[in-house]
């Protein structure tokens, strides 16, 4: 008897995106917002696998390690005093005029 991965159909919907030229530029774009985050979480804060059980636990984890994550971010641009994106209308105080 043959048997297919419980995840099987996952994947097929993955492949059949990777086929969508509608889909590719999103897929492409993937690699430079979210796969950075999970490579500076294992790479710099050294994470490696789940200390906790349970999925409420595994997500205030998550949520510990994206937060910790963001205040590094907040840190180097309050370090550097410098303002990454242009101010706009609904956020009409730089950066780094709240840093000062």
């Known amino acids: 008897m043959i ?5 099987h159909q996952a994947l097929a919907r993955q492949r059949e ?4 030229d509608r889909l590719i530029g999103l897929l492409k774009k993937r ?3 979210v796969e950075m985050v999970f490579a500076a979480v ?3 804060m050294g994470f490696r696998r789940w200390t906790v059980r349970g999925l409420a636990a595994v997500r ?3 949520a510990l390690l994206c937060t910790a994550h963001n205040l590094s971010k ?3 641009v309050w370090l550097n005093r410098r303002c990454r994106y242009p101010t706009s209308q609904n956020n009409p105080v730089p950066l780094m ?3 000062s």
């Open 42 to 44: 294992k790479q710099r």
């Open 60 to 62: 205030t984890q998550w």
């Open 31 to 33: 690699k430079s917002i």
């Open 3 to 7: 048997e297919v991965a419980p995840y």
């Open 97 to 99: 005029a709240i840093a």
């Open 17 to 20: 995106k990777q086929k969508d």
């Open 74 to 76: 907040m840190y180097d």
